[in-house]
């Protein structure tokens, strides 16, 4: 089977411009290119390789990210299958949550508790807090902002549910994908409390582990998660 690179691009489901900067970027190479007229052409194996991008991108992962991946001379296709599998699987799971959180709220009901949860977490954390870092300028950056705290402690309880999707995966703490994550967590930290350097990330990343309370609250998205972020962070931190 061989395709041009409209045919193929009507089968796939992208536009022919989208394959024309895949191909520059070398995640995903013509099978042949014509020498006089420079046409290209797409075959099987082309169809099987774009089939592995479609699915590391329905995992939101970036096409830098994907690119590295299946161009790693350690890339085994099958357990890079499995692995998908498994963060579908996981990713579906979420999905469903979040779709019976709407029906919740469609029926009055009140699913997620996320400000009440938050609230008692601020009380309790609150005083000890200021003890540990009221000197700092972090803090202080934190006191003067006016962020919506419940909405805040949602996004980075969705970035801990992404790093036990990996976690459950078996993905590698020093993987390119957790380190990926590991940004995230920062910048959310960051654009939503204090300057989050990766001085102040590396001690998160041991509290996380050492106090059973922070321990807990991680591990609710799965047990292990904890101990997982604060590897992904001390890897990052190197």
């Known amino acids: 089977m061989k395709m041009q690179i409209k045919e193929f691009a009507q089968q796939i489901g992208v536009s022919v411009r989208t394959l024309h900067y895949y191909d520059e970027i ?11 007229n420079g046409y290209r052409f797409y075959d ?11 699915f590391y991108r329905e995992l939101d992962f970036s096409l830098k990210t994907i690119a590295q991946i299946l161009l790693s001379p350690d ?6 299958l499995s692995r ?16 019976m959180a709407i029906d919740s709220v469609e029926k009055g009901e009140c699913f997620m508790k996320t400000k009440n949860e938050y609230e008692v977490l601020k009380s309790q954390y609150a005083e ?3 003890q540990r870092w009221g000197n700092t300028a972090a803090y202080k950056e934190f006191e003067q902002r006016h962020t919506d705290h ?5 996004l980075i309880d969705a970035v801990f ?26 910048q959310c930290i960051t654009d939503n409390f204090y300057t989050c350097t990766d001085d102040i990330l590396k001690g998160l990343g041991q509290m996380y582990v ?29």
């Open 75 to 80: 890339y085994d296709k099958q357990q890079a």
């Open 84 to 99: 998908q599998r498994k963060l579908l699987l996981a990713k579906k799971e979420r999905l469903e949550r979040l779709i």
């Open 161 to 186: 549910e992404e790093f036990a999707e990996l976690n459950r995966a078996g993905v590698s703490p020093d993987s390119e994908p957790a380190k990926i994550t590991v940004e995230k967590l920062q």
């Open 44 to 54: 099987e194996r082309s169809l099987e390789r774009m089939q592995e991008i479609l």
């Open 210 to 238: 050492t106090d059973d309370r922070f321990r807990k609250n991680i591990d609710r998205h799965g047990e292990g998660t904890a101990e997982f972020v604060s590897a992904c962070i001390k890897s990052y931190c190197k």
């Open 26 to 36: 070398g995640l995903l190479k013509p099978s042949e290119v014509d020498a006089q």
């Open 128 to 130: 000890e807090a200021k």
């Open 150 to 154: 419940s909405q805040a402690a949602a």
